[in-house]
């Protein structure tokens, strides 16, 4: 196997180790119980009876999707070989904000399965043809269906005070066969971390979904390893050095038992001894990959963040960025002054100092900066200092990507300025 560039890759079969790749029943580990009930709960579709509903439940990367992938596989087969037609139809409801744009993903699920157009377009149209339209191209092509709807308890809609957007869903869905919208069986299975996901559904959606519980443990480190030396083979024979597969796996036993992780470090390891063209993964390949995800991890956490949060960061790092005063600690008076800077540049609201300060205090909990109190030297008062423990650069470069301060960014040289004014003012 050689990669672009004619080097031998570490890799022979790469796609064992995508986190994305269903593999056969005989890779699973540590997952019996599980895999029993959904098969169980889900025979009945191979007579042509309605399988329960399920909730499945556990902690990241301990394999809901897994299981009941590999299970709905198997069904599909078996379906198809009596000439059936099963349809798995199945999101993740993580990049979705609202029951209208579920019920569309849905829809575009189901066409891209059979090969047709979705046949409605994404807006303009109410939620309810939508709808419509899933049912009619399932009552076409399925005989029976299962909804796979994935992280669910992230699908709550826009307005807090309504009926969550997964509790209507979940009402939708279940109920679309009594009400005959659907013509065959229909089954959804919902997947989340939640363990009390149940608890905020509304009381009509609890009683339509009514799901057969099935719970996901976390894994422990002979498990994580034992997942790990199931996928070896995705590596040349010769291409890992022995400490790896342990190593691998006590890293990700450290993060809470979640196969994800461990998969992806071991993925990550080969492609870095790859870039290096080393031809063998070797610990030093382990722990700087586990160094890059890391790093990835706390800029996913900014994403996340309130736009005034989000705003306060920036400032704050743009200060540790451009600063040209020696060391990158950021005092906290500096970057308030910055972050009013900013704020009045974009024209958002700005925040008093104590909320300021608070904002990038909260940071530190997330391990993205450390803070410290300082004084001012006799009856110069105290105040806080912020460093950052990765690079603020990165940090200001990813808010950008979503905010409405991409337009500070092309002010960078002012931006730099106004850091550098600020600084020389307080350390005067
Ligand atoms: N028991 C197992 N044996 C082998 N591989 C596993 C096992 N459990 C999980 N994996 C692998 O770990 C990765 C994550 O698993 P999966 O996506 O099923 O987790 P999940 O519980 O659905 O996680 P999340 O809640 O984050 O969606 C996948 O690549 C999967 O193949």
Redesign the pocket.
């Known amino acids: 196997m050689l990669d672009d560039e004619g080097k031998a890759s570490v890799f022979v079969d790469r796609d064992l180790v995508?986190?994305?790749?269903?593999?056969d029943e005989e890779?699973?580990?540590?997952?019996d119980e599980q895999l029993e009930s959904v098969v169980s709960f889900l025979k009945p579709t191979l007579q042509g009876n309605r399988p329960p509903n399920m909730l499945?439940y556990?902690?990241?990367?301990?394999?809901?999707?897994?299981?009941i992938?590999a299970v709905t596989q198997q069904i599909i087969e078996l379906c198809q070989s009596k000439g059936e037609r099963f349809g798995v139809v199945d999101i993740?409801c993580q990049p979705i904000n609202t029951l209208d744009q579920a019920v569309f993903e849905l829809v575009q699920t189901v066409a891209k399965d059979i090969g047709v157009e979705a046949g409605v377009p994404e807006t303009g149209v109410s939620t309810k043809r939508k709808y419509r339209r899933l049912y009619e191209l399932i009552n076409e092509h399925y005989d029976s269906v299962i909804f796979i709807i994935?992280?669910i308890d992230l699908l709550v809609g826009r307005q807090a005070s309504e009926e969550p957007a997964y509790s209507k869903l979940l009402y939708q869905l279940s109920r679309a066969s009594n009400t005959n919208e659907i013509e065959g069986q229909v089954s959804v299975a919902a997947?989340?971390?939640d363990p009390k996901f149940m608890e905020n559904i509304d009381g009509r959606a609890e009683s339509s979904f009514n799901p057969r519980d099935i719970y996901?443990p976390d894994?422990d480190a002979n498990?994580l390893r034992?997942?790990l030396d199931?996928?070896r083979d995705a590596f040349r024979d010769d291409a890992l050095s022995d400490d790896v597969l342990p190593l691998v796996s006590a890293f990700a036993a450290q993060s809470h038992g979640?196969?994800?992780k461990?998969?992806d470090l071991f993925r990550g390891a080969g492609d870095l001894a790859d870039e290096c063209g080393d031809g063998e993964v070797r610990e030093e390949h382990v722990r700087e990959s586990q160094q890059e995800i890391d790093k990835d991890r706390s800029l996913k956490l900014i994403e996340g963040l309130t736009t005034q949060k989000k705003i306060s960061l920036y400032a704050t790092a743009s200060v540790a960025n451009f600063s040209s005063w020696s060391g990158s600690s950021v005092p906290s008076p500096v970057g308030f002054k910055v972050y009013q800077w900013v704020t009045d540049e974009i024209d958002a609201d700005q925040m008093t100092r104590e909320t300021y300060v608070k904002y990038v205090k909260e940071l530190s909990t997330y391990g993205l900066i450390s803070t410290s109190r300082k004084g001012r030297g006799r009856g110069g008062g105290m105040y806080m200092e912020f460093t950052f423990t990765g690079d603020p650069e990165a940090m200001m470069n990813r808010i950008v990507d979503d905010t409405r301060l991409g337009s500070i960014a092309d002010q960078e040289a002012l931006l730099q300025s106004v850091v550098n004014a600020q600084l020389k003012e307080f350390h005067s």
């Open positions: 995508e986190p994305d790749t269903i593999i890779r699973i580990v540590g997952r499945l556990g902690p990241a990367g301990t394999g809901k999707s897994l299981i992938g993740n994935d992280e997947l989340t971390n996901f894994y498990q034992q997942i199931n996928r979640d196969a994800r461990a998969i």
